[in-house]
């Protein structure tokens, strides 16, 4: 696992222990249903939002299973964001989180 996060993110303590159980659930979710090497966590501030972002790295070559990871979306929705998946070009997934702050 690879974590990239700003140096200070204005979390209250609600939001952080949110965002880790976005983040734990999402690695799970990783662990459990790709056979990816390898995750990436970044969390950043931008435009009054906090962005979370799990990005795995499955190959080229798999063809991606759309889904909704529900429990991660419930709690963005909870907190007033959103969460939705993206499937880059280069392959694997990337869950997008997005809370306002």
Do not use: K, Y
Not at 40 to 45: E, G, K, P
Not at 58 to 80: C, K, M, Q, Y
Not at 83 to 93: I, R
């Amino acid at each position: 696992m690879h974590v990239e996060a700003e140096t200070a993110l204005p979390a209250h303590d609600r939001l952080a222990a949110e965002v880790f159980q976005m983040v734990a659930e999402g690695l799970s979710n990783v662990r459990r249903h790709t056979r990816s090497a390898q995750a990436t966590v970044t969390l950043s501030c931008q435009d009054d939002q906090l962005r979370l972002s799990i990005a795995n790295d499955v190959a080229t070559a798999a063809v991606p299973t759309l889904f909704t990871p529900r429990s991660i979306t419930e709690r963005a929705t909870a907190l007033g964001g959103c969460a939705h998946v993206e499937w880059p070009e280069h392959g694997g997934t990337v869950i997008v989180v997005d809370i306002p702050l």
